[in-house]
């Protein structure tokens, strides 16, 4: 996973080691987080968008 172009938003001010990190490749979405970067998840972009969705909208607040 070293090959890929991993980005941190905008909004993280670099001072921590605790970023999620996301990079495209081969129409996927690359995943993780910058204290662990050899655990990576890979997902579509309808996937990420789908599961962003039922994030923002509450859709999540009761799973375990």
């Known amino acids: 996973m070293s090959d890929l172009n991993w980005q941190k938003s905008s909004f993280s001010d670099g001072a921590g080691p605790n970023c999620v990190e996301l990079a495209t490749a081969h129409a ?33 607040d009761h799973t375990i």
């Open 28 to 60: 996927h979405i690359h995943i993780r987080e910058s204290d662990e970067p050899d655990t990576v998840i890979r997902t579509t972009p309808a996937t990420l968008q789908s599961f962003i969705r039922a994030a923002k909208t509450g859709g999540l």
